[in-house]
């Protein structure tokens, strides 16, 4: 998170607490993974909570090294593949489901791509004006072309569900991504994980709605 460890550790027990209530509102099996989606979010948060104390500190570098590669084997690795796998889980309509496969076959490459370039290359975050930035010894031109692909598939699949009230949580996600880039770009990964755990209370809401719909 953004501002200190406190927030942190709040934000991801808060965010934890969201997970515990989506649970309650899942009807099917298919949803059970979605709704797991915000217990990722708050542990993310704690594990860059553990990263704050840590770097302010040379005492643990064992502990820092881990909440390092936690938070962003969570933010690099998993998301690409969790979001698109997630929504086609829940998704009936064959078109989009074909649509959200080769979102899901794109995100585990990306995945691939993520991972070995956190194996081959250094990373070293770094406390820097109240944010925590992750300067990456990886190739620009690499991190681009990643980075726009990281967005088709964490973003695009909310677009092409049909699930209620999943696009709102698209825009949503794109929009904490535009302001992040535009406010925050130097600490893109840190702020944007942040903004898009608080973000993920509206699965919450997404679930209720689903249930809501079959109830009726």
Known sequence: MCFSAGASFAGGVVISAVGLGAQTKVIKPSQRFFAVIPFFFGFQQVAEGVLWVTLGSAKYPVL???????????????????????????????????????????????????????????????INSFHIEYVYNVPQTLMTVAFVFYLITTIAPFFVSSVRRMWVFGIMIAISCIVTGIF?????????????????????????????????
Not at 190 to 208: E, K, P
């Open 64 to 126: 820092q090294d881990a909440a390092t590669y936690i938070f962003l084997v969570t933010a690099l690795v998993i998301w690409p593949v969790m979001v698109p796998l997630s929504v086609r889980f829940m998704e009936e309509v064959k078109r989009r489901k074909q649509i959200l496969t080769g979102l899901l076959i794109a995100g585990c490459l990306l995945s691939a791509v993520y991972a070995f370039c956190l194996v081959y290359y250094d990373v070293y975050p770094q």
């Open 184 to 216: 925050f770009a130097q600490y893109l990964t840190s702020v944007w994980c942040f903004f898009a755990a608080i973000i993920s209370i509206i699965i919450y809401w997404i679930l209720s709605g689903v249930k809501t719909k079959a109830a009726g």
